[in-house]
């Protein structure tokens, strides 16, 4: 995979709504740079039970999973800090039989999955997840997905966050100019949603798309979204409450 243009980190160009659930795979490339996507059923995959899909079918992807298996199986380390509280639910599924449950209670909190994997140095990556959101929640800066460098919080990171601000969605990048582009659509609420990132990872050029249940929400350009020593991290779920003190949860299949 290494020498391929395109390294999705997930994937997901169809109906999202129709794809089983999975935070990652990778796509060949096929003809002129375009990225070729299987067409197989996905009615003749439901309920096959022929073994985990992150296993046979998205076996190459940087990053993959349902959360279906321990948290502490497919992430490479699990973060919980001050009022952050991170686990897997039954009650509140997309698919299968559990989904990520993340929530905090308190500022300055973060309950958040981690992946790491051998830097990414350029091309694009694609990220793809369920969200259920419940209502009435507010959300100051809630930061649900990283995707860069190693986070270290005593010092700037290096990459890209998605934040829900307000209701709406926003990328913010310390390394970019501007460092924060917003969405224009209230996010659902109560339901689960699509969410789809396509990332051109590139120090001038990069770009930013994000889609919501397949509709284009925020488009970004000329952003620097290459770290100086590539993109090796993914986190999902609360990766930071900001200086929200008001309680706050988040679903994710």
Not at 198 to 205: E, R
Request: aromatic residues 10%; glycine residues 8%.
């Amino acid at each position: 995979w290494r020498a391929m243009k395109w390294l999705p980190l997930a994937l997901c160009l169809a109906a999202c709504s129709s794809e089983p659930y999975v935070i990652g795979r990778y796509v060949p490339v096929g003809d002129a740079g375009v990225p070729r996507f299987d067409a197989g059923s996905v009615e003749e995959d439901a309920g096959a039970d022929e073994g985990d899909e992150c296993e046979d079918d998205y076996a190459d992807a940087l990053v993959c999973s349902g959360f279906e298996a321990p948290l502490e199986d497919d992430w490479s380390e699990l973060v919980e800090t001050r009022r952050g509280s991170l686990g897997r639910s039954r009650d509140v599924v997309f698919d299968g039989e559990h989904a990520l449950h993340a929530e905090t209670e308190a500022s300055s909190s973060s309950a958040v999955v981690v992946a790491r994997f051998p830097a990414v140095e350029g091309g694009r990556v694609y990220m793809r997840a369920m969200l259920y959101i419940p209502s009435e929640l507010p959300t100051n800066i809630m930061n649900l997905f990283f995707l860069g460098d190693d986070a270290n919080m005593d010092a700037d990171f290096e990459g890209i966050d998605l934040n829900v601000v307000d209701g709406v969605l926003q990328v913010f990048a310390p390394q970019a100019d501007p460092t924060r582009s917003t969405g224009t659509h209230d996010l659902p609420r109560d339901g689960w949603f699509c969410l789809r990132m396509d990332v051109t990872l590139d120090h001038d050029a990069g770009t930013v798309d994000l889609y919501v249940d397949d509709e284009l929400d925020l488009a970004a350009v000329g952003l620097d979204t290459l770290p100086a020593r590539g993109t090796r991290q993914f986190r999902a779920g609360i990766d930071w409450s900001s200086e929200q003190e008001d309680y706050f949860e988040v679903f994710m299949d």
